[in-house]
Nanobody, 130 residues
């Protein structure tokens, strides 16, 4: 069982920055794929970024095209926390952001398929005003 707790959402003007955090209670899991999805009303959940977190190494990442160069996903030194640094935010980045996780190595070819992730956080709202 993995529990995910997100924080860091809020409202910011276009061009501004926010950092989301997700703390995972991963217990004995040595390898876990973690990341962020987002959703706006009337749209399907969209994969934003993922990272492979391994207690010995890890750190490989993937991003959706729309956020490349603006968002950075990273893991904390304790390997239990994943961050999403969001810079140069745009109105189209508005949405509820969910932390996701699945034990094991990330499926790089299908990482953006929401069905792949076993665990979801409660979500944190990101609002960008123009």
């Amino acid at each position: 069982q993995v529990q995910l707790v997100e924080s860091g959402g809020g409202s910011v003007q276009a061009g501004g920055s926010l950092r989301l955090s997700c703390v995972a209670s991963r217990y004995a899991l040595s390898s876990i794929c973690m990341g962020w999805f987002r959703q706006t009303p009337g749209k399907e959940r969209e994969g934003v970024a993922i990272i492979h977190s391994d207690l010995s190494s890890g750190g490989t990442t993937r991003y959706t095209e729309a956020v490349k160069g603006r968002f950075t996903i990273s893991q904390g030194n304790d390997k239990n926390t994943v961050y999403l640094q969001m810079n140069r935010l745009k109105p189209e980045d508005i949405g509820m952001y969910y932390c996701v996780a699945v034990p094991g190595i990330c499926r790089w070819g299908s990482w953006s398929d929401a069905r792949y992730y076993s665990y979801w956080g409660q979500g944190t709202q990101v609002t960008v005003t123009s």
